[in-house]
């Protein structure tokens, strides 16, 4: 994403005022002021517009079919892009550097919203990262370990049947939308059966999760088991055959196994491209080892090879759930550790989760220590050891890191994420040369990037 | 003619203006709530009977929104744009006879505004002119999404009118006659047996190719691209809003409802249909079945809308050039050639040469695949990937040869994990 082409002289802007005084110079400095920025004057000034032949076309941050706040900046020759630069920026959050000045438990309601179509992997990847920096990695129970298994790969469906839904509309296919919406209504249902939130649930915590799952959790997941596989194969149904959606995708976006490695592009993008890599099997997490699933792969290297895996994913994430329903274990779903483990007997209220009534009351009423300890855990948090660790998960959209750092405070010194987005949107500029308008908005959807995880 | 002419053509003009109209508006209402449906949404459903009053509401309200021109803009042609568009789909409407002939008193009443000699070249015509509401809505707005979607269409609207002037020319050949009211005249009576003696059977062909043609004609999915909202924003009405965006949409349905007339009338016999009943009903049953036919063919475009994806633009034009109009061609030919045969030679002496001609292309038929075989043998030594160019960049074609070796580098991402 950094542009090669910045002046030569740029680092000195940051040095010593004296050398910064003569290198400022504009008349020396090269002229950037279209580097980004589109200005008018191209239409008025038809000559030179019929001279070059080329046309600079603004896609976004207002564009129906960025993901959002996506902004593309294409040359064009007719419809075919010369060049397409994407800027990102527009959905900044601040998110990694809020995370400096939170207690470590409270940054997992920050860091949910960072991919806001893939939450629970956000809060899993931080917990875990958390985990193995208090060194309680293998202190976790059984229970979340399984439930974070479980709920996560619910989560994948989710973002898939919502990448599908806006891919769907973005190349024309209306229906498409409407059906992946209302399917992704049903999984969202039961994580707010769960954890009281459609999304950014902020449910799982470093040791564990904030609390166990309703009473009635097995059946509904179990009803959503019998459903799904066939709202899945209506979806093959409308689109897998149909010659358009087929042209449409095939051959556009193309990232060859090189270009994927060279660039660093993981997720169903890698995997289109014959690679048989996915965290959950190289370096797996909570226990997901145990379970038997496939990694689905195609050599297409193309966004119709990235629909067919994501389509496959998503009945592999159910044999995953399945699995894990049929083995649930019981027990503690929090480490016993009491000085990480959050003091509140949480329940589910109205309005969300909240503090149970009787602990309130308790707290309150009977019991002073409970009330200190109570109020220093909350407010002040756990220290964490020195050190940095680095997690990876397998989010729908590739490797989600989470690099974090302790200074051995009860805050993060730094969290810094990896986001496949934002990895992927620097993949652009290779993918869409030579593309027609209408297959840069295939092969961007056959990114699935999320702004809020790119920008963060 | 008296005065009580004057009346009769006012009123068979304000009928059909009518008819169109209301037809418009229950289309947008229909549109929304049959996509509704097969999204298994509810669509508009307040304002009137089952959301009826929708489309007037919405209109109110555009017409009373601020009138927004872009300063680039080119301010007349900018105005005019949607008005042609609107104009055009009325003005073609006028040549669709839309109910049948019945006689009041002594006067004979045919339930169509204008039936010149040209006729359905009328409707070509028009069809041409429409180009230019969108080109110029596109290239009057002064800005770059809607250029591109007014190029689009000009490329796209003139591609397809080839297909469908040839199609109309096969009617026109088939029946001897550009007037609308001799075309729909032709298709009267039956077939053989039951079947009504539509165009659509004999001319089922150059009926496909002009339904294709329609539909890439209106602009509606999946040949919407001069307005790819996925793409272009909006296409040529991305600048529009208020009055001047409401004429351009009403002009799409419009549109709809005069293309599907336009079949109806060229393949569908128009208000034909078996008559019964006192005079009365006689009288209003071709509208009726007129009116029936016309919804038949809304519903498709409106199903087409809910289940197809959008095309990419070169492989419209693929198919406007390299499938439609060859085919087109062939059609004309032949359609020239057995009127010709018709009317010029004995009825035992065609059965015999078809016979003849069909045996020969059965035969060839099935000798012609033990040659193609042996002649694609020597050079088709790649199997099933011999179909892919060398320059692919895929992997899979024989293009990058480490494919097969290059195992170990599938592994090279799992090591650098797990810090």
């Known amino acids: 994403m950094s542009d090669t082409r910045a002046p030569a002289t740029a680092g000195a802007i940051w040095g010593d005022e004296s050398e910064r005084r003569s290198a400022l110079d504009p008349r020396q400095l090269p002229d950037t002021r279209h580097e980004f920025t589109v200005v008018g004057g191209e239409w008025q000034n038809l000559p030179d517009a019929v001279d070059d032949d080329l046309m600079v076309i603004n896609m976004g941050p207002q564009h129906p079919s960025t993901h959002g706040v996506l902004r593309m900046v294409l040359t064009l020759d007719g419809e075919i892009v010369v060049d397409n630069r994407p800027v990102i920026g527009y959905l900044h959050t601040g998110i990694e550097k809020n995370a400096e000045y939170r207690p470590w438990t409270h940054s997992v309601t920050f860091v949910t919203r960072m991919d806001y179509l ?168 909570c226990g997901i080892e145990q379970y038997d699933f496939d990694v689905p792969t195609t050599d297409t290297c193309d966004a119709f090879g990235r629909y067919t895996i994501r389509i496959q994913e998503m009945r592999e994430s159910l044999k995953i759930v399945r699995q894990v329903l049929d083995t649930l274990p019981g027990g503690p779903v929090m480490v016993a550790d009491p000085k990480i483990a959050w003091p509140a007997q949480l329940a589910l209220g109205p309005d969300g989760i909240g503090n149970a009534k009787e602990y309130i009351g308790k707290i309150m009423g009977q019991s002073m220590e409970a009330l200190i300890h109570h109020f220093k855990l909350v407010t002040e948090g756990f220290t964490v050891p020195e050190g940095q660790v680095y997690v990876p998960v397998e989010s729908p959209r590739g490797e989600l890191g989470y690099h974090v750092t302790s200074s051995g405070t009860n805050k993060p010194y730094r969290v810094h994420v990896r986001d496949p987005s934002f990895i992927h949107i620097g993949v652009l500029p290779v993918m869409s040369r030579g593309l027609l308008i209408a297959d840069i908005i295939a092969a961007v959807a056959s990114l699935d990037p999320v702004m809020g995880g790119v920008d963060r | 003619m008296d005065w009580l002419d004057v009346l009769i053509i006012v009123a ?117 002119i429409g180009v230019y509401g969108i080109v110029l809505a596109g290239w009057s707005s002064g800005s770059k999404y809607p250029l591109l979607g007014g190029v689009r269409s000009s490329a796209q609207m003139i591609s397809y009118e080839l297909a469908m002037g040839l199609a109309v020319a096969a009617v026109f050949i088939y029946t001897g006659s550009l007037r609308a009211s001799d075309i729909v005249a032709n298709q009267a009576g039956t077939l053989f047996g039951p079947i009504p003696a539509w165009h659509v059977i004999p001319m089922a062909p150059a009926f496909v190719l002009f339904f294709i043609s329609a539909v890439a004609e209106t602009q509606r999915p999946p040949f919407d691209l001069p307005e790819a909202e996925g793409e272009l924003v909006g296409g040529f009405n991305t600048e529009y809003s208020g009055a001047k965006f409401a004429m351009i949409f009403l002009a799409e349905f419009m549109n709809v409802i005069t293309m599907s007339a336009v079949l109806v009338t060229m393949f569908l016999g128009g208000p034909n249909g078996p008559l019964f009943g006192p005079d009365i009903v006689r009288a209003v049953l071709p509208t009726i079945y007129f009116v029936v036919k016309v919804g038949i063919f809304l519903f498709v475009f409106i199903w087409l809308r809910a289940t197809l994806p959008r095309l990419r633009y070169d492989r419209l034009m693929d198919l406007g050039w390299k499938v439609m109009l060859p085919f087109a061609l062939l059609w004309v030919m032949a359609t020239g050639f057995s009127v010709v045969l018709r009317e010029t030679t004995e009825r035992a002496t065609v059965i015999r040469a078809a016979a003849i001609g069909a045996a020969v292309a059965a035969v060839l038929f099935f000798l012609a695949p033990l040659f193609s075989r042996r002649a694609s043998e020597p050079g088709g030594g790649g199997g099933d990937g011999g179909a892919r160019p060398l320059d692919d960049p895929r992997p899979g074609g024989e293009a990058l040869p480490e494919r097969a070796g290059d195992r170990p580098s599938t592994d090279r991402p799992t090591e650098e994990v797990g810090v």
């Not at chain 1, 707010?192 to 950014?200: A, C, D, F, K, Y």
């Not at chain 2, 009977?49 to 489309?55: D, I, R, S, V």
């Not at chain 2, 040209?118 to 015509?125: I, Q, R, S, Y």
């Open chain 1, 118 to 285: 893939s939450p629970l992997f956000n809060e899993l990847a931080y917990c875990l990262a958390v985990e193995k920096l208090l060194g309680i990695s293998d202190d976790v129970p059984e229970r979340a370990s399984a439930l974070r298994v479980l709920l996560c790969e619910l989560n994948r469906i989710a973002s898939h049947l919502v990448w599908l839904a806006t891919g769907g509309l973005e190349l024309g296919s209306v229906s498409a939308m409407i059906y992946g919406f209302r399917e992704r209504e049903g999984i969202l249902d039961i994580l707010e059966h769960v954890t009281g939130l459609r999304m950014n649930h902020a449910y799982f915590r470093p040791g564990g999760v904030s609390q166990d799952v309703p009473m009635d959790f097995r059946e509904r997941v179990e009803v959503l088991l019998t459903e799904m596989p066939r709202r899945i194969d209506e979806f093959e149904a409308l689109l897998s055959e149909n010659p358009i959606w087929v042209e449409r995708n095939t051959g556009v976006g193309i990232l060859t196994r090189e270009q994927c490695f060279d660039l660093g592009v993981t997720g169903p993008v890698l995997r289109s491209a014959g690679v048989a890599h996915d965290l959950r099997k190289a370096a797996p997490y």
């Open chain 2, 12 to 128: 068979v003009a304000v009928g059909a203006f009518a008819l169109w109209l209301v037809g418009t508006a229950l289309l947008i209402w229909g549109e929304r709530r049959v996509v509704a449906k097969m999204q298994s949404r509810v669509g508009p459903n307040r304002l009137g009977p089952a959301g009826l009053m929708q489309t007037l509401a919405d209109g109110a309200k555009l017409f009373f929104k601020e009138d927004i021109a872009p300063a680039n803009a080119d301010r007349w042609v900018y105005l005019a744009a949607p008005m042609v568009s609107a104009v055009v789909a009325l003005v073609t409407f006028a040549v669709i006879p839309y109910g049948g002939t019945f006689t009041i008193g002594d006067r004979q009443i045919s339930l169509q505004v204008w039936d010149p000699d040209v006729g359905l070249l009328w409707v070509l015509a028009m069809g041409s």
